[in-house]
């Protein structure tokens, strides 16, 4: 199925750009009318109707005709990205806030994608001289030309089949700053090549992120490429680092493997930034280590030598500069400030576990150190005279044992870390391990513990 764009005004009688109440599909409200097409002249309306004749159900399925700016807002599971693609839907916020009292925003849809930062769009505006309108878009500095009152917010990808997979004429992989161009290439450091069918062909994303995940279980890299080989597995992963450092290809780079996902309890794709585990695929390396099955997951000398050295050819390759690792979610799809990615932040899973997640720091020192770069970004961790923030944490012990009694032996540290429960402005959040050992300084300061629960007072 080929994708028809759109470049002339609907045709009288087109059903999703009328009302239900006239006999339409659309549950957008009338715009300032057009006869033939009643929720014409408006952006919304007119956004809304063409995003599902495009998917061709019969029936306005996808998005809500709510405010513009508020599309992303309701966008009900579809992907959500930073990157053209050929049947989007465009949305720009107005104003300072999604409230709608300084602006509704505008939205539009994606009908040739020129470059990576050249488009046309087919478009309508509420009160305007014509209910339609095609335009040549550039991106410029991000807002794609739609004036200083609005701030581009992403695109909200259709799930047409005629809409995925389609990339810019000439895909490359580029830096976000003067990076160099190069093509789609693989590492030669793979010594195994077992090609997974779990793929999306052509990723429409220049890679520029790095994301690390545990393969639980201490296998070589042909096996774990063999994991990935039938289609029932609906999962992939772009390299596999084995126990004793081999290193397996089992999606080309050129492709977009699936590995990252996650819903949440509603089978929604969590998204960080609007960015789901399948969008972060898109412009990821995915690379699945061999470990241990079991907390923290730990990985062999090998196979973090060969991961090292995966990174760096990766990032050569493909013009990053620098691996950059902060800890910090915030920053995905940020990758002038971080390009490492995990797992845990898109799905409710461990991955990359604690032993590899810890060191994620220091992985992109080393990666950076055959780079010619100069360290990396690490989880910051402020002066003490920053404001205090109270750390509740409770460790657990077996039942009936001396560790439950007053007098335990001075200097006994508990048996395990059970949770961590930070303060936050009157509210409270729950973290991992890996963070409270890093804000505790484990394990010195656990051997404080004198009780089953205490509190300190910590500074970041």
């Not at 389609?166 to 160099?180: C, W």
């Not at 393969?215 to 992963?237: I, L, M, N, Y």
Request: overall charge positive; aromatic content about 8%.
């Amino acid at each position: 199925m080929n994708f028809t764009p759109r470049l002339t005004r609907p045709s009288a009688g087109n059903k999703y750009y009328i009302t239900k109440a006239a006999g339409g599909y659309s549950a957008a409200i009338q715009g300032s009318p057009d006869t033939g097409c009643n929720v014409l002249a408006n952006c919304v309306g007119y956004a809304y109707g063409r995003f599902n004749e495009i998917v061709g159900e019969g029936c306005c399925r996808y998005l809500r005709p709510v405010n513009a700016e508020n599309f992303i807002q309701y966008a009900e599971g579809l992907d959500v990205g930073q990157e053209p693609r050929l049947g989007a839907c465009m949305v720009w916020q107005k104003g300072a806030t999604l409230a709608g009292t300084d602006g509704a925003g505008h939205v539009a849809i994606v009908e040739k994608i020129i470059s990576a930062t050249e488009i046309v769009t087919s478009e309508s505006g509420w009160n305007a001289k014509k209910p339609f309108w095609t335009q040549t878009r550039k991106k410029g500095d991000g807002n794609w030309g739609q004036g200083s009152g609005y701030k581009f917010l992403g695109f909200i990808y259709n799930p047409a089949p005629c809409c995925k997979g389609v990339t810019p004429a000439t895909p490359v992989a580029t830096t976000e700053k003067g990076g160099t161009n190069v093509g789609f290439t693989n590492s030669s450091l793979a010594t195994v090549k077992l090609i997974s069918p779990n793929r999306t062909p052509n990723r429409n994303h220049p890679i520029d992120t790095i994301t690390i995940h545990c393969f639980v279980g201490q296998v070589d890299a042909k096996r774990g490429c063999e994991v990935f080989q039938p289609s029932s597995k609906g999962a992939s992963c772009n390299y596999v680092v084995g126990h004793d450092g081999s290193i397996g290809l089992c999606v080309e780079e050129k492709d977009r493997s699936w590995c990252s996902g996650g819903t949440d309890k509603n089978g929604n794709p969590i998204r960080v930034n609007g960015i789901s585990g399948k969008s972060n695929d898109y412009q990821a390396v995915t690379i699945e280590v061999a470990s241990d099955s079991k907390h923290p997951y730990a990985i062999t000398d090998k196979a973090m030598a060969a991961l090292i050295e995966l990174c760096a050819d990766i990032c050569q390759r493909n013009g990053i500069k620098k691996l950059l690792w902060s800890g910090d979610k915030k920053l995905v799809g940020k990758v002038s400030q971080q390009n490492l990615t995990v797992h845990r932040w898109f799905a409710n899973k461990a991955c990359p576990g604690d032993y590899i997640y810890e060191r994620l720091g220091d992985i992109a020192a080393k990666v950076n150190t055959k780079l010619g770069a100069s360290g990396a970004v690490t989880v910051p961790v402020a002066p003490a005279n920053k404001v205090p923030y109270k750390v509740r944490y409770r460790s657990s012990y077996p039942q009936g044992s001396q560790h439950q009694r007053r007098n335990r032996p001075e200097g006994h540290r508990p048996r395990r870390l059970h949770h961590c429960q930070r303060g936050y402005r009157g509210g409270r959040f729950r973290v991992g391990q890996a963070e409270i050992r890093h804000w505790l300084g484990i394990p010195g300061l656990l051997q404080e513990n004198r009780g089953r629960l205490m509190s300190k007072r910590l500074f970041f």
